[in-house]
């Protein structure tokens, strides 16, 4: 199982960001999912879970301004983010859970800032 987050990068406050998670090995629409993210200095966090039925669960930092959405043709998993605060600020990741064992992918750096 192999999982590839991109889409990172610096973006101002209140600007918008699109991640991506491809996997492959495991097919999402079959597993869950979730994103995660970890700031500096803090534990990581699971901020989305993504069902293979498709029903979705935000945290309450981000809900309303973070949406998922995936595409079972590409088997990826997108994480649309709008309304950006600096306190989003993160290394964000995307994980599965896949025949009793957790994986993740390597992350992709999220910076909000003037």
């Known amino acids: 199982v192999q999982l590839q987050a991109s889409g990172g990068g610096l973006v101002q406050p209140g600007g918008s960001l699109r991640l991506s998670c491809a996997a492959s090995?495991?097919?999402?629409?079959?597993?869950?999912m979730g994103w995660y993210r970890q700031a500096p200095g803090e534990q990581r966090e699971l901020i989305i879970v993504l069902t293979s039925d498709g029903t979705t669960n935000y945290a309450d930092a981000v809900k309303g301004r973070f949406t998922v959405a995936r595409d079972d043709a590409k088997n990826t998993v997108y994480l649309q983010m709008a309304s950006l605060k600096p306190e989003d600020t993160a290394t964000y990741y995307c994980?599965?859970?896949?025949?009793?064992?957790?994986?993740w992918g390597q992350g992709t750096l999220v910076t909000v800032s003037s």
């Open positions: 994980g599965v859970r896949y025949d009793g064992a957790n994986y």
């Open positions: 090995g495991v097919i999402f629409s079959r597993n869950a």
